[in-house]
């Protein structure tokens, strides 16, 4: 039987071709979106690729909700073999200019949704004795940047229960992944909301001349521009989450570009934090 994927925030991004390239791989992919009013891409997609899909509405935030999906996903199908936890929320702002709503918004989808929809799938697959998760964080998961003082915060934190869960899980047969994508041509950029245009390039909002943030804020998104003007497509980045869930050699990190992985290789081994510090202070000023 083929393997039965669950896969979150597909309705666009990296997140449409995951599920695509998952059932291009031979899976029945559980697609899930917030509001199945928005699959019209990925059912496009889908018939392009002469694939089947299973699309079903999925808030990570409804937590009595996700608990009805993966339960009507397991009467369905009777297991449940891989979850790609892909949905996730951008912000820009310095910490200052974040209200604790803000801070929250960005914990309930890239933390504790995550965390939620984690929790849901490992008993069947501990009693299956099987299983792949396969989380997609960021290069922001390993490296705090200006401005995405919220958006890093959520994703360490789910990185850090990702890497204390994995050996654990692993003792039951399941594989526990991270997926650290850099800058990704995708409609993640364009609702990070206020600051970037519907096209996904950073716009500078109108700070006014008394904020003291605005002169490093405007450097700051200047350099987003240049970054996401080469912003590896989601296509690319997807083929490296499909590889994840359905390798017979998993490992814990992965990155889904060679820039991706010398910037998180950055933190990952700068004991001190001066090599990070050092790096993206110049990213908040000009020369």
Request: glycine letters at 8%; proline letters at 4%.
């Amino acid at each position: 039987m083929p393997q039965i994927a669950v896969v979150t925030g597909t309705s666009s991004g990296m997140g449409l071709h995951t599920a695509v390239q998952l059932a291009t791989a031979g899976a029945t992919v559980v697609a899930t979106l917030r509001d199945p009013a928005r699959a019209e891409a990925l059912r496009a997609a889908a018939s392009a690729a002469e694939v089947r899909l299973d699309i079903r509405a999925l808030d990570v935030t409804d937590h009595r909700g996700a608990s009805r999906c993966i339960e009507d996903v397991l009467a369905t199908y009777g297991q449940l073999d891989i979850l790609v936890n892909n949905a996730g929320r951008g912000a820009v702002a310095s910490l200052e200019q974040l209200t604790m709503a803000d801070l929250q918004a960005q914990l309930d989808v890239n933390y504790l949704g995550v965390a939620a929809l984690t929790k849901l799938v490992l008993a069947p697959m501990r009693l299956a004795g099987r299983g792949r998760i396969v989380t997609v964080t960021s290069v922001g998961g390993a490296v705090g940047q200006p401005f995405a003082d919220a958006y890093c915060a959520a994703k360490f934190a789910v990185e850090g229960l990702m890497q204390s869960l994995a050996p654990v899980v692993a003792q039951f047969g399941i594989d526990v992944s991270l997926v650290e994508p850099g800058a990704v041509a995708s409609d993640f950029v364009a609702n990070v909301a206020g600051v970037l245009t519907p096209h996904g390039e950073p716009a500078v909002p109108d700070t006014g001349s008394d904020d003291p943030y605005a002169a490093m804020l405007q450097c700051y998104l200047a350099r987003s521009r240049s970054a996401f003007a080469a912003a590896q497509s989601p296509a690319d980045a997807a083929a490296v989450i499909v590889e994840a869930a359905i390798t017979d050699s998993p490992k814990f990190r992965w990155q889904t570009s060679a820039g991706a992985s010398g910037f998180v290789g950055l933190s990952l081994a700068d004991l001190d934090g001066s090599r990070v510090l050092g790096q993206t202070s110049t990213w908040v000023h000009s020369e």
